[in-house]
């Protein structure tokens, strides 16, 4: 059975840092690209960032600026993503998944005064 589990979230003033973990179980991690999606309150998913199954090659939409990292764990089965200099409008509940389908609960990031 395949399990996401995301963590790291939490609430922070703007322009401070949070770092995201996914942890993943119940298939074959090193075979997937894995990628991270948000939710913001009364929108659609938004595509946040994705790496290739190698780790080699990592993408990010046009919002993040260079503000995020996505990584994965050399031993474990995890993902992350580094967000740094996070701003009100990055507020939403981050998810991370595979396939388009599997998807975890979500860890909710909220950027506040």
């Known amino acids: 059975e395949v399990h996401l589990v995301e963590s790291g979230g939490g609430l922070v003033q703007p322009g401070g840092s949070l770092r995201l973990s996914c942890a993943a179980s119940?298939?074959?991690?090193?075979?997937?690209?894995m990628t991270w999606v948000r939710q913001a309150p009364g929108k659609g998913p938004e595509w946040v960032s994705t790496?290739?199954?190698?780790?080699?090659?990592?993408y990010y939409g046009n919002f993040v600026k260079g503000r995020f990292a996505i990584s994965s764990g050399n031993t474990l089965n995890e993902v992350y993503l580094q967000m740094n200099s996070l701003k009100v409008d990055d507020t939403a509940v981050y998810y991370c998944?595979?396939?388009?389908?599997?998807w975890g609960q979500g860890t909710q990031v909220t950027v506040s005064l």
């Open positions: 998944g595979y396939g388009g389908i599997h």
């Open positions: 119940g298939f074959a991690f090193g075979t997937y690209e």
């Open positions: 790496i290739t199954k190698g780790g080699d090659r990592t």
